[in-house]
């Protein structure tokens, strides 16, 4: 069984990792250069969420068996919320940051293909005549 810290540490040391390599490579000045450090950063995108999800499932497993560690034990503190109302809920929450990721994917690879020059910023807006 995969244990759902280590998953969430194993992946924030992948985001770690992967920012070293941007910023050496952007210090060294060869970053566009390198197109498989490029796609590594395209696909890396989904795994700040992750992180966040899986630590939620952290932070509701670390509870056990006090809520308040040598003051209030979980059975004191147990909840009237039924498992359909918690189930909803969590569909809820996966349900909308699943959404917000789609949204966000969808709007880079647009802004991906259009290039640099359709956010009509910078030098190369200059060259095609767009405002600064």
């Known amino acids: 069984m995969i244990h759902i810290p280590w998953v969430m540490v194993a992946l924030g040391?992948?985001?770690l990792a992967l920012f070293g390599l941007a910023l050496?490579?952007?210090i060294k000045g060869d970053f566009a250069e390198r197109r498989w450090l490029l796609?590594?950063?395209?696909w890396f995108l989904p795994i700040p969420w992750l992180a966040c999800e899986?630590?939620?499932f952290v932070a509701e497993y670390g509870r056990q068996p006090w809520t308040i560690y040598g003051v209030l034990p979980t059975h004191l503190s147990v909840s009237t919320l039924t498992v359909e109302s918690l189930y909803g809920s969590l569909a809820g929450f996966v349900g909308f940051y699943t959404l917000l990721l789609?949204?966000?994917m969808v709007l880079m690879v647009k802004f991906a293909r259009q290039g640099p020059g359709s956010l009509a910023v910078g030098r190369l807006a200059s060259l095609q005549g767009g405002a600064l």
């Open 13 to 15: 040391f992948a985001m």
């Open 24 to 26: 050496w490579s952007s």
């Open 39 to 42: 796609k590594w950063a395209l």
């Open 54 to 56: 899986m630590g939620w």
């Open 102 to 104: 789609i949204v966000e």
